[in-house]
Structure formats: structure tokens, C-alpha cells
């Protein structure tokens, strides 16, 4: 069968993780091309001032409350959004948080969680959207990172969760659109570093503050990638050069790009004392900030 995908302005897009950073500017997007969105979250407060402004311009939205981690409230989210909309024709699994330090320092608690959100909130997400997906068609899209296909230090529970997202939604897609030929396309989202506040968001183990590697892009990019997977099918979509760059070395000369991304540790710290090592890793936050607060961005 056919995958059939609709105009933005014709579609109920569920965004995850759209409080702040990608999901929130991708949200905010969507709504302005005409879409009806759904944002879910854990920070409630954010989502509420986020709706009532895309309802003040015009636009339709509405906020659920959700942890991705628990299968049950992601169900509650797909149920929520039929009974209001009646469907959905894009899910987008955009919820991620990054833990700051050694992989051999990180409690099993803490990596646990980082898995529990990236990984398995995204196999909720994708395991709730299905059934709706093929029956009526529409788009699945997946956000991992250029880190799904190569690695970097100081986050190594991180890019774990990230190649395991790109295991997971490769073989679905595999499953998915080409043995059961269902009318569902399924991509792979892949930005290089994004200026949004992720490592202000991420547990930080490390003594000094988290920051990003430059060059980092700004999310509009990935959410214009995003809503292009929504409107036309696409396998996976790298965003950002370095994204293209970095996974090509790490496939090409590994041993080289080991070496590389060893001296790059130090772009991962600013020259100043934690400020929230817990992050929100486990408390969610409510800065509602599509970019960061990134020195060189």
C-alpha cells in the first residue's frame, strides 16, 4: 500500500518532549502552517502557556501531561488526542535528556532513567501510535541524533540510548513499511548540536557547568526536518553538516574519530561551577526555551 501523507494544514501532529528545545519550536511551527498539534510533557505549566499562545494566534492546541517513560500515560496521550481531534496523522518521539559524565562514573539509576526516557519512551510513543498510523496512515517520526551512528565522550549513556533508537526504528520500518506494507513512514531524525538547553536539562556529573560543541545549529533546522518527514516520506534525514561529517568519519576512519572526539571533551564544560546537576532528569523543568544560553552558538 501506498504511503499517502497530508498537508501540514490538514493534520493532528503529537509532539513528545515539546516543552522546550526541538519539540517546542517544532510545535510552534506546525501551528503556524496550519496544523492542530498536541504537545505533551511533564512540565504542565510551560504546556499550558504554550497552548494558550498558539490558541491566541490562531491556531488549535492542546496539552497532555505525559511521561513517555510510562507506557500507560503515552496511551493515555494517543487516547486523549483521538477523542478530542477524532485522529492523528504524525507522531513525532522528540523526548530525550542526556546525562554529563563518565560512562564508568554514572549510577545504574541514572542510566536506567536516561534509557527509560530515550529509548523506551520512544517505543512507547511508536508501540501507541501504530495502531492508528495503519489504519488510517501517516508519519512516524523518530529523533535520534548523529550520535545514533557514531559516539563522543562524557555522554556515553546517552549515544547508547541513541543507536539503540536507531536499532529500534530501523528494523520497525523494516517491519512496518516494507513486509506488511503498511501505509506508515517511518523516519530516523539525525541533528548535529542543536542550540537548545539540553545540557542545562541533562544530570551533570561533572564539576563544572555542561555545554555544547560548536557548531551547533539552530532547532528550526531540525524542526523544518521534522515537519518535511511529516509531509513527504523519508527514510532518515541528517540535520546539520557535522551530522553528515561526523557519522561518515566515525563509519569510515573509527579509529580516527576515536581520537578526535577524545580532545573534545573539554567543549563539553564551561569554565564555571554546576548550577542544577540534577537536571530534570528526573523533576521536570519549566524554562520553556527553544535555544540555550550557549556562549558560541
Same mark, same amino acid.
Given at each position: 500500500?501506498?504511503?499517502?501523507?497530508?498537508?501540514?494544514?490538514?493534520?493532528?501532529?503529537?509532539?513528545?518532549?515539546?516543552?522546550?528545545?526541538?519539540?517546542?519550536?517544532?510545535?510552534?511551527?506546525?501551528?503556524?502552517?496550519?496544523?492542530?498539534?498536541?504537545?505533551?510533557?511533564?512540565?504542565?505549566?510551560?504546556?499550558?502557556?504554550?497552548?494558550?499562545?498558539?490558541?491566541?494566534?490562531?491556531?488549535?492546541?492542546?496539552?497532555?501531561?505525559?511521561?513517555?517513560?510510562?507506557?500507560?500515560?503515552?496511551?493515555?496521550? /494517543?487516547? $486523549?488526542?483521538? @477523542?478530542?481531534?477524532? %485522529?492523528?496523522?504524525?507522531?513525532? !518521539?522528540?523526548? *530525550? +535528556?542526556?546525562?554529563?559524565?563518565? /560512562?564508568? $562514573?554514572?549510577? @545504574?539509576?541514572?542510566? %536506567?532513567?536516561?534509557?527509560?526516557? !530515550?529509548?523506551? *519512551? +520512544?517505543?512507547?510513543?511508536?508501540? /501507541?501510535?501504530?495502531?492508528?498510523?495503519?489504519?488510517?496512515?501517516?508519519?512516524?517520526?523518530?529523533?535520534?541524533?548523529?550520535?545514533?551512528?557514531?559516539?563522543?565522550?562524557?555522554?556515553?549513556?546517552?549515544?547508547?540510548?541513541?543507536?539503540?533508537?536507531?536499532?529500534?526504528?530501523?528494523?520497525?520500518?523494516?517491519?512496518?513499511?516494507?513486509?506488511?506494507?503498511?501505509?506508515?513512514?517511518?523516519?530516523?531524525?539525525?541533528?548535529?548540536?542543536?542550540?537548545?538547553?539540553?545540557?542545562?536539562?541533562?544530570?551533570?556529573?561533572?564539576?563544572?557547568?555542561?555545554?555544547?560543541?560548536?557548531?551547533?545549529?539552530?532547532?528550526?533546522?531540525?524542526?523544518?526536518?521534522?515537519?518535511?518527514?511529516?509531509?513527504?516520506?523519508?527514510?532518515?534525514?541528517?540535520?546539520?553538516?557535522?551530522?553528515?561529517?561526523?557519522?561518515?568519519?566515525?563509519?569510515?576512519?573509527?579509529?580516527?574519530?576515536?581520537?578526535?572526539?577524545?580532545?573534545?571533551?573539554?567543549?563539553?564544560?564551561?569554565?564555571?561551577?554546576?548550577?542544577?546537576?540534577?537536571?530534570?532528569?528526573?523533576?521536570?523543568?519549566?524554562?520553556?526555551?527553544?535555544?540555550?544560553?550557549?556562549?558560541?552558538?
Amino acid at each position: 500500500m501506498a504511503v499517502k501523507l497530508k498537508k501540514l494544514k490538514d493534520q493532528v501532529i503529537v509532539i513528545t518532549g515539546a516543552s522546550s528545545g526541538i519539540g517546542l519550536c517544532t510545535a510552534e511551527s506546525a501551528a503556524k502552517q496550519g496544523a492542530k498539534v498536541v504537545l505533551a510533557a511533564r512540565s504542565g505549566e510551560t504546556l499550558a502557556d504554550v497552548v494558550d499562545r498558539i490558541d491566541g494566534s490562531g491556531g488549535e492546541a492542546m496539552a497532555v501531561m505525559c511521561d513517555v517513560a510510562d507506557r500507560k500515560q503515552v496511551d493515555r496521550l /494517543a487516547q $486523549e488526542t483521538v @477523542e478530542r481531534f477524532g %485522529r492523528f496523522d504524525t507522531w513525532v !518521539n522528540n523526548a *530525550g +535528556l542526556a546525562i554529563l559524565g563518565r /560512562a564508568d $562514573e554514572v549510577s @545504574e539509576q541514572d542510566a %536506567r532513567r536516561v534509557f527509560d526516557i !530515550n529509548f523506551w *519512551g +520512544l517505543v512507547n510513543g511508536s508501540l /501507541a501510535a501504530l495502531p492508528q498510523l495503519k489504519s488510517h496512515g501517516g508519519a512516524l517520526i523518530n529523533v535520534g541524533s548523529e550520535v545514533s551512528e557514531a559516539s563522543f565522550p562524557l555522554l556515553g549513556m546517552y549515544v547508547a540510548s541513541k543507536h539503540a533508537v536507531k536499532g529500534f526504528t530501523d528494523s520497525l520500518r523494516i517491519e512496518i513499511q516494507h513486509m506488511d506494507k503498511a501505509p506508515v513512514s517511518i523516519t530516523l531524525i539525525q541533528p548535529t548540536a542543536v542550540d537548545t538547553p539540553f545540557d542545562e536539562h541533562a544530570r551533570n556529573y561533572m564539576d563544572k557547568e555542561p555545554n555544547l560543541p560548536s557548531p551547533m545549529i539552530d532547532p528550526q533546522q531540525v524542526a523544518d526536518a521534522i515537519l518535511t518527514a511529516a509531509t513527504k516520506v523519508k527514510r532518515a534525514i541528517k540535520v546539520g553538516a557535522m551530522a553528515k561529517v561526523n557519522t561518515m568519519v566515525s563509519k569510515t576512519f573509527p579509529g580516527m574519530a576515536e581520537r578526535v572526539a577524545s580532545g573534545k571533551a573539554k567543549e563539553l564544560q564551561r569554565d564555571e561551577p554546576p548550577r542544577e546537576p540534577a537536571g530534570t532528569l528526573y523533576a521536570p523543568g519549566e524554562s520553556g526555551r527553544t535555544h540555550g544560553d550557549h556562549p558560541d552558538a
